[in-house]
């Protein structure tokens, strides 16, 4: 009953809505099959478009080239081996004097092969380029099926570089620009020669953080001075050593010889206070040692244990019965059973060492641009994260963990999805998730933010005004009633929850997309409601479940005042383009006044 | 009108859905029973048809009984359940209600929309009525109001566009 559309979409009518975010903020692969960009030209790139590195598909490719050989040897290896020794007694020879032809159609095919693949390997290389306009970075790949992708630029939510060993080698990095709603679709430049990856990433960072070449309104920086009380980005911006967003920066040309000259150093000649540069800040640095031990203490390890376990009480059981019931010897029982260990082992190994390399020397560094992380072990990956992109921010900590009191941080940022590459911190002591916390999510904005936190991390009860499942709600949450529960501080909402592994998720109220109010009838019965709050899609889920229903009634009254109101305020920041701007400050007013009054009315009914 | 229920917001009076869409509902609710039970029955017509092995009667029996009392149920909650549906057009936001047992209340910004659909299959056509559905940043959002009279539906959609561009939001 869904199909047809009494009222189509009509996207070119202005006061539809999908205009802004649904047209050209998304990224958007438009497969044209063999016809090349049918409406404007009939080419389907001219010379404005730039190559790649020629080496790229060699890069990226290079697992057929070594797959194809090693897949054909090993499984002719009883073959090889044979042909081998023919040769050495010379009969091979002979053969091939004798009937030359089977010999020289493999060795053509094999030719065939490697021209297939060199041709193939150049052509991709050919019909990917790429262009950078004022607003848009463009994407154009495939040799029959033609893609295009488009982001625009100061929709990007984050840029990541990343350099795979290959790469490493070649001095290659691959570019992606992260964009909202992009689930798994952003658009990648792979390969350019890596310090032009870092040129481009710094331009794009800064075009995309609004500091267009341009000369922005002159009241800017006053302005941001001016409701920086109101605008919690804004000012956590400047606190992380963005000095004053400056509109009219140039981009500088990168200067210094170390890997990190790119972005921080760009020299802003128009930044009114600073004047200097702002350096960048090393915010911390994961050690191995804690890696390691905190991959082997992790979740993954439990479940390890857990299935060891499992097998050995099954072969205990078996070698038992045999022993009791049949003739077989030990080492039948147990030569049968121990190939089912080996996909386990090899699933265990592989989940090691994706933990251990995307940890590897993990760094988080301050810049202007964002948070910069630097991790991995053969190939290694540079995200930039800016802080006014974080959507939500979890804290958590695995049962094993606990003796140690280490913690994982993760964010939601629209456009990573569910990916690895969301997790700021792989493991970290309380100190450090405080630090990284104050420099990404927006402060608190209450007298005790540390007992606070650490209350969300650790605390159960009603201790420091955090709610719990009420008492008559036992049965709903017996192990976790107590841990279960939120607090709302003036900037954010913290919900905590976990009995074995415990997590803490916090969305500034501003981030909130809509809320929802749920209730089964035992619910009812029990008067509790659990509260949905609806972000973008990333690896947390905001939930305040089984609540009491007048407590959470309440705060879904709240949340939704603030999803509706309260974001503007806190979109006032270098993000935004110098027209956005205008119209923004234009609007700021009259929602301040608003949400004082309606202050004023809370107070005076309370 | 529709009663308040637990989780309500106080002083909210909701709008509700078309009258018609209850008849859309038990049309629907009809082929999907059909369904259901042309599924059920092929291995049952199979199993008298010798083709298969026969159930123990029993469980041919209880089976389908609880199968029957089960669609009855669902036949008779239809009109209660096209009644708990309702919407409310707040100052900032839309709320929309929805559910009898398993009820739920989403509270949508208008500066949060990124888009307005409305929607309408054969038979809600036949009857003049659509479904409107608001979509956020956030896949999790899932707010649509089935069974909306056309005009209405066109009234909701230029007014929530109109709302959600004076108060763009964006993520």
């Not at chain 1, 570089?161 to 080698?169: F, K, M």
């Not at chain 1, 200097?276 to 905190?294: A, C, F, N, Q, T």
């Not at chain 2, 409107?132 to 056309?150: C, E, F, H, N, W």
């Amino acid at each position: 009953m869904t199909q047809q559309s009494p009222f189509p979409h009509e996207p070119e009518d202005p006061a539809q809505l999908g205009q802004r975010e649904n047209d050209d903020a998304v990224v958007e692969p438009s497969e044209t099959g063999e016809e090349p960009d049918a409406g404007e030209s009939d080419k389907w790139f001219d010379e404005t478009w730039t190559k790649v590195h020629p080496l790229s598909p060699l890069v990226r490719g290079w697992v057929t080239i070594v797959a194809i050989p090693v897949a054909f040897f090993s499984y002719n290896w009883q073959m090889w081996t044979d042909i081998w020794r023919t040769w050495r007694s010379g009969e091979l020879a002979d053969n091939l004097q004798a009937n030359p032809t089977p010999y020289l159609l493999g060795g053509g095919a094999f030719l065939v092969l490697a021209l297939l693949i060199f041709v193939g390997f150049t052509l991709s290389w050919w019909f990917t380029r790429y262009k950078i306009t004022e607003e848009h970075v463009m994407v154009k790949s495939g040799i029959f099926i033609r893609q295009h992708r488009q982001a625009r630029i100061d929709r990007v939510q984050a840029v990541d570089l990343r350099q795979p060993l290959l790469a490493r080698i070649a001095k290659l990095a691959e570019l992606r620009f992260e964009v909202a709603e992009g689930d798994g679709t952003a658009a990648t430049l792979a390969f350019l020669r890596k310090h032009e990856a870092e040129d481009l990433r710094a331009e794009i960072m800064d075009r995309a953080a609004g500091e267009s070449e341009t000369p922005g309104p002159g009241a800017a920086p006053d302005a941001e001075r001016g409701v920086s009380e109101v605008s919690t980005q804004a000012g956590e911006y400047a606190d992380a050593g963005a000095a004053e967003p400056a509109y009219g920066v140039r981009i500088a040309p990168p200067e210094g010889t170390a890997d990190q000259t790119t972005q921080g150093q760009a020299p802003q000649e128009a930044a009114p206070a600073a004047g200097s540069p702002s350096p960048d800040r090393e915010i911390l640095r994961v050690p191995v040692g804690r890696l390691i031990g905190s991959v082997l203490f992790g979740g993954g390890t439990l479940v390890f244990l857990g299935l060891l376990i499992a097998w050995g009480i099954f072969m205990g059981v078996m070698i038992i019965g045999g022993a009791l019931f049949t003739d077989d010897t030990m080492s039948e029982i147990t030569g049968v059973n121990i190939p089912v260990l080996v996909p386990i082992l090899i699933a265990a190994a592989f989940s090691y060492y994706n933990q251990i390399s995307s940890g590897w020397k993990f760094t988080a560094t301050m810049t202007k641009a964002g948070l910069r992380l630097r991790y991995g072990l053969l190939e290694t990956n540079t995200q930039t994260v800016p802080p006014g992109r974080v959507q939500a921010l979890q804290i958590q900590q695995g049962l094993l963990w606990r003796p140690f009191g280490w913690y994982r941080v993760q964010v939601t940022v629209a456009g990573y999805g569910l990916d690895a590459r969301s997790t700021l911190l792989p493991v970290g002591k309380q100190v450090d998730v405080m630090q990284l916390t104050a420099e990404m999510f927006p402060d608190l904005k209450v007298d005790n933010p540390e007992e606070l936190f650490t209350e969300g991390l650790r605390g159960r009860g009603t201790r420091l005004g955090f709610t719990e499942v009420p008492s008559r709600a036992r049965i709903f949450d017996p192990l976790v009633r107590r841990r279960r529960g939120f607090f709302a501080t003036p900037s954010a909402l913290m919900l905590r929850d976990g009995w074995t592994t415990r997590r803490l998720s916090m969305v500034p109220h501003e981030r909130i997309q809509s809320a929802s109010l749920e209730q089964g009838p035992l619910a009812r019965k029990a008067k509790i409601a659990t509260l949905n709050i609806h972000i973008p899609a990333g690896p947390i889920t905001a939930r305040a479940k089984n609540q009491d229903i007048e407590l959470i009634k309440d705060l879904f009254e709240q949340e939704a005042g603030y999803a509706a109101t309260a974001r503007r305020l806190a979109d006032r920041n270098q993000w935004m383009k110098p027209e956005e701007l205008h119209e923004f400050e234009k609007n700021v007013a009259e929602v301040v006044e608003k949400l004082e009054s309606d202050q004023l009315e809370d107070t005076r009914s309370n | 009108m529709l009663h308040s229920e637990a989780i309500d917001p106080i002083g909210i009076e909701w709008q509700r859905v078309d009258e018609k869409y209850i008849t859309v509902k038990f049309i629907t609710t009809t082929f999907g029973w059909l369904i259901t039970f042309a599924i059920v029955a092929v291995p049952l017509v199979l199993g008298w048809t010798g083709v298969w092995g026969q159930l123990p009667v029993w469980i041919q029996i209880t089976g389908l009984s609880i199968l029957g009392l089960w669609a009855i149920a669902d036949f008779a909650l239809v009109p209660r359940r096209v009644r708990a549906i309702g919407y409310y057009e707040r100052e900032d936001d839309l709320l929309i209600r929805k559910g009898l047992l398993w009820q739920r209340v989403v509270a949508v910004p208008y500066g949060r929309l990124q888009y307005v659909d409305i929607e309408a299959g054969p038979i809600m056509r036949k009857f003049g009525l659509c479904t409107v559905q608001l979509k956020t940043a956030s896949a999790a959002t899932d707010a649509t109001i089935p069974g909306v009279v056309r005009s209405e539906g066109a009234r909701l959609r230029d007014e929530l566009s109109a709302r959600g561009q004076a108060r763009l939001a964006g993520l």
